[in-house]
């Protein structure tokens, strides 16, 4: 299981929306082997916090992912880390 963080100075919430439209991921199309994703904005651009049970799922999804990201304009590629634990909570209704 890996922990894929994003952290991406100057994206902004338009790219990342093309980019889920362009990589065809929406919460009723998950890639195969996500586990969670969160999608924030921050005070300087975008951050995104993935799990994913492996890194070839998420390596597999790249092949859409890049060419996705490619299109949006962004260029900065995420950092991945060996997951250690995960503790999931109720998810608010208004998420």
């Known amino acids: 299981m890996i ?6 100075p ?3 919430a338009a790219q990342y929306e093309e980019v889920c439209r362009l990589s065809n991921c929406s919460q009723s199309n998950v890639p ?3 586990i969670f994703h ?3 904005p921050t005070d300087t ?3 995104v916090v993935d799990v994913w049970d492996s890194e070839e799922k998420f390596k597999a999804f790249g092949e859409r992912l890049g060419p996705a990201m490619e299109k949006a304009g962004i260029t900065q590629q995420p950092s991945i880390y060996k ?7 109720p998810v608010p209704a208004s998420v």
């Open 3 to 8: 922990t894929l963080v994003f952290d991406a």
């Open 10 to 12: 100057g994206v902004t």
């Open 32 to 34: 195969n082997g996500l």
């Open 38 to 40: 969160s999608a924030s």
């Open 45 to 47: 651009g975008w951050l």
């Open 83 to 89: 997951t250690h634990a995960i503790i999931n909570g």
